[in-house]
């Protein structure tokens, strides 16, 4: 099976790239459980409900390992919260990095900040999108994984991803 994952900064078409894909491949898409999870406690969160963010998202991620269809692709994943962690707090629970590095993921799509922001209660940072950008790229190059940089509209992006993908399978 492969697996890609979806990440960028806030309001970057992370959750409509994933559905379309999804549906473009007749597959499950992993949502981000953070939202879930935020709306879910009626309350600002704290770092520490990271380490519940984050073990929610590895168990949506192992249910839809189930379920997918040659290809799972994932809205999110440790990698958004760890940058965010070091972003907000300055520093990343030591779980969420050991499961990070656990995590195999095939392809990571990273999204460009070059669609319209739209506000969200649960978003926060709409002027430090260039610079979450560059943290997460900073990021993917110091792993090694591989991954591709989505741009422009929400066509020209599917295309670009389903190019990739296509070549993976």
């Not at 491949?25 to 704290?46: F, K, M, N, Q």
């Not at 590095?101 to 095939?106: A, E, P, S, T």
């Not at 709409?126 to 993917?140: A, G, Q, T, V």
Request: charged share 30%.
């Amino acid at each position: 099976m492969i697996t890609v994952s979806i990440i960028g900064p806030e309001s970057t078409g992370k959750t409509t790239l994933a559905k379309s894909l999804a549906a473009h491949y007749e597959t499950v898409w992993v949502e981000e459980y953070a939202r879930e999870y935020l709306d879910s406690i009626g309350r600002p969160y704290t770092q520490s409900d990271l380490l519940e963010i984050a073990s929610g998202q590895l168990k949506k991620q192992k249910e839809g390992r189930k379920n997918a269809n040659k290809l799972l692709v994932q809205d999110t994943d440790l990698y958004v919260i760890k940058v965010w962690s070091e972003f907000k707090y300055g520093n990343c629970d030591p779980y969420i990095l050991q499961q990070l590095d656990m995590q195999f993921v095939d392809l990571y799509f990273l999204t460009f900040f070059d669609v319209p922001y739209q506000d969200d209660p649960q978003r926060e940072n709409r002027n430090e999108r260039p610079e979450l950008f560059d943290i997460y790229e900073k990021e993917l190059k110091k792993s090694g994984v591989p991954y591709v940089v989505l741009q422009g509209d929400h066509s020209k992006r599917m295309k670009e991803a389903i190019s990739t993908i296509n070549n993976l399978l």
